[in-house]
């Protein structure tokens, strides 16, 4: 069974400051890996995945995530941080031929102007 | 445009009223999902297809029904609805799962009473 953890439920961050949402992951072989992002009142965009290769990938709106595989971590980062930033983001897991994918509760990240 | 299209955006309806809630995609993708989102609870999902007639069990499917008759709509039946069905519905849709990233329709608020 494929799990992930993004440990902290909200992230708060002054404008202009680093922007760092954890995620952990628990799955067997060599996952897909993705970054969702729910703005208020909205339904939820894909952000960035990583597949294979190098293990820093760029992707929407300036944020960037890094695989690490010895530590099964996919943490999403951001060098200055907007209000406009602040959302529900989530780090999705996922294996070749797995139909059902786990979002779970997602970290509110809360941007201070 | 590309997109997933849901509606309603917002419905409120009683105890034991049938009710659908449709869902169209302009991508040809073959993969589509329902999942509802519930405070402290996350996305759960309701249901998916892989392609037409093709429909599978998600991990909260009580309580409703699909059907996936033609490849770009995949309605959600809610046959007779309870005030425990109150929540958030998204519809999603990808060319296919594993490493393709999911579309997501822009929500459907429902309340039952």
């Known amino acids: 069974a494929q799990s992930v953890a993004q440990p902290e439920d909200q992230v708060n961050v002054a404008e202009g400051n680093p922007l760092t949402v954890k995620c952990t992951y628990s799955v067997s072989g060599n996952p897909y890996l993705f970054w969702y992002v729910q703005y208020p009142n909205r339904g939820l965009q894909f952000l960035l995945k990583?597949?294979?290769?190098?293990?820093l990938v760029k992707g929407s709106y300036g944020f960037e995530a890094e695989f690490n595989k010895s530590q099964t971590s996919f943490h999403l980062k951001k060098p200055s941080a907007l209000v406009s930033d602040s959302a529900l983001y989530f780090c999705v897991p996922n294996l070749y031929g797995n139909n059902r994918l786990a979002f779970g509760k997602g970290n509110q990240v809360v941007v201070i102007p | 445009e590309a997109q997933v299209t849901q509606n309603p955006r917002y419905l409120i309806t009683v105890t034991g009223k049938k009710l659908t809630v449709t869902c169209s995609q302009n991508m040809n993708h073959e993969y589509m999902s329902w999942y509802r989102q519930d405070p402290g609870l996350g996305l759960r999902q309701i249901y998916y297809?892989?392609?037409?007639?093709?429909?599978d069990k998600g991990d909260v499917p009580e309580g409703y029904k699909v059907s996936r008759k033609e490849k770009r709509n995949f309605p959600l039946i809610l046959e007779s609805p309870s005030p425990n069905q109150t929540s958030l519905y998204f519809c999603?849709?990808?060319?296919?799962?594993?490493?393709?990233?999911?579309?997501f329709g822009s929500g459907t608020q429902l309340s039952v009473l």
């Open positions: 297809s892989m392609n037409v007639e093709v429909t």
């Open positions: 999603a849709s990808s060319p296919g799962l594993g490493n393709e990233k999911l579309f």
């Open positions: 990583y597949i294979t290769g190098d293990n």
